[in-house]
């Protein structure tokens, strides 16, 4: 009876570890996902702060050119990786797009509107930032 509640107590214990070690190697893609999602959102504001800046300008509004998907506007700006692995860059997709005035939402039919998406990825850390500018 003493050796039953040996083995018993070995497999509660190689089990307890199993169940320690999977919430070690959550917790650790936990971490690398966060930090991912916090550099893809740094990467996504600085090509929309660089977006913003060339369309601020008097007369430069134009310069935002629409391209339903893929531009390059934001080509310029490095996209760095942090971790020199295969697979490991983040990779920076911008859509430009014109609103039309009259009955859109947000844009009055006076005004020269354009929507701007800027989507950054690596591996499953998505993110993706939206905004408007506006020429009235």
């Known amino acids: 009876m003493g050796a039953g509640v040996a083995v018993g107590d ?3 214990e190689t089990g307890a570890a199993v169940g320690i070690g999977s919430g070690f190697a959550y917790i650790a893609r936990s971490q690398a996902m966060s930090a991912d999602l916090q550099r893809a959102s740094q990467i996504a504001q600085e090509c929309a702060d660089y977006i ?16 339903a998907a893929s531009s390059t506007i934001c080509d310029a700006l490095a996209t760095p990786d942090v971790l020199p692995l295969a697979g490991a860059k983040f990779t920076r ?16 039919n006076t005004w020269a509107c354009k ?3 800027v989507t950054v990825r690596r591996a499953n850390a998505v993110i993706t930032l939206n905004f408007m500018l506006i020429n009235y």
Request: charged share 5%.
């Open 93 to 108: 997709t911008v859509n430009v797009t014109s609103v039309a005035g009259a009955g859109a939402q947000f844009c009055a």
């Open 52 to 67: 913003i800046g060339l369309g601020r300008k008097p007369g430069t509004y134009a310069g935002v050119q629409p391209i």
């Open 115 to 117: 929507h701007v998406q």
């Open 10 to 12: 070995t497999a509660t």
